[in-house]
């Protein structure tokens, strides 16, 4: 039970007890009054004791109506305050605000394939609000790209070496803000938020399931679970959009690639989960153009 609810039957149970006590103490002060004396007597009493059990259980409804709503109103504010903050390096970025609804999108679909049957199901349903959480994370997995230069962001054409070192800094920069926002959560709030998670996705949404991805060369499940759904969706993205300096592929080119690539950049269990649900990313990629 919890401490909510452990309040409310207390409660209930003080606004039951007080007809009762008023009984015994009147007893007490008046002493022609004998405590449930007659039928009438108890008739009242109970009639009151329902009368303040009623009275508790609607206080009790107007207060969870009204925690809701403010927990609902807050988990709003959050959110929308992250999709602004998200949209500052998509704005500077060649990847339009459409790729974000689409990448929150995909590790939905991904996150509730691998809840449902997978080897990865009980550590996704261990953990609270996990999808909800992965969803508001993935869409801060670009963050870092505010800290690099437009030139080189923003070139049509292929990137020199040291241009490439350059782009990859967003994962370690994109995790430094998350990690420092999330402090600052912690510090204020005292519990976890999904800004934790969304500092993992930032840092590892560029690993490789073989260890050849950036910034930390992880293997295997050392790279975490979000960030391993985060970089299938964010690859499928990738490929299937247009850039200024190559065209987009079709749907099946890029299911193949994808197909091609499990076990050594993609996660098999999570290409396994993609490839089941591959009908539903290339419905996801049509509706949401841009
Ligand atoms: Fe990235
Ligand atoms: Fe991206």
Redesign the pocket.
Known sequence: MTNRSTNYLFFIAILCLAPLIREFLFGLVSPHHHPFATTEDIVHTIIEIVAMALLGGVLILIDRRFTRDKSKELRVTQAVAIETLASLAEYR?A?TSQ??QR?SIFVKILGDNLQKDSPYSCYIKSQNNYIEDLVNASVL??IGKIGVPDAILLKPGALTDEEFEIIKTHTTIGSDILRSADLQFQKRIGTQSYLALAFSIARG?HEKWDGSGYPDSLEGENIPLGSRI?ALC?VY??VTSDRVYKKAWSHEKAVQMIKENRGSHFDPIITDAFLQEAQLFEITKKNYIG
Do not use: G, K, S
């Open positions: 970025d990847e790729h974000l990448i997995h670009d949404h985060v964010d993205d990738a």
